[in-house]
């Protein structure tokens, strides 16, 4: 499993584009995380998957809640990642309004999560392999912080607490 003061692996992350932008698409578009938090503050939180239930209810609103004071701290960007593609990433952003808060970024095929050390096999509950709960500050692709959840538990991956860790 990633630690920290390593480097994150390289690994294609896709995001579904609501606008065009210069270089840009609208709709899937991939991005290569080496390039992405090159010379970047990003704050990454992970969950199981899109539209479940404490990801929904609690995951990702306390980010888009706590947005500016984690702006305010120097962070460049906040990535949601999940093992999900990214028409469902972008769908359950657009029902979220998270807005250009944070970037709803799907890894379908769990690349990034099992490069990572972080897949968790639901396959028996009938969800496939989806990542742990986790949370990490990232600076220039080095991982800083690495907060990550016990099983069933959502108590150190939120934005209050890496707020506190800024």
């Not at 999940?82 to 952003?93: I, K, T």
């Not at 538990?153 to 707020?163: I, T």
């Amino acid at each position: 499993m990633i630690a920290v003061g390593q480097k994150l692996p390289n690994a294609t992350l896709y995001e579904f584009l609501d606008e065009a932008t210069e270089g840009c698409a609208i709709g899937p578009n991939a991005f290569e995380v080496e390039k992405l938090t090159a010379g970047k503050k990003v704050v990454i939180f992970a969950l199981p998957g899109a539209f479940t239930p404490t990801c929904s209810a609690k995951h990702v609103p306390g980010f888009v809640e706590h947005f500016d004071a984690i702006k305010a701290k120097g962070v460049d960007e906040i990535w949601c990642v999940a093992v999900n593609d990214p028409f469902v990433m972008g769908a359950w952003g657009r029902d979220l309004k998270v807005g250009n808060k944070v970037r709803m970024l799907g890894d379908g095929s769990a690349e990034f999560t099992k490069k990572l050390g972080m897949e968790f096999d639901l396959t028996a509950r009938g969800l496939g392999v989806r990542s742990q709960r986790y949370a990490m500050i990232v600076e220039n692709g080095i991982v800083k912080t690495l907060d990550l959840e016990d099983a069933g538990k959502f108590e150190v991956s939120d934005a209050a607490s890496v707020l506190k860790k800024l």
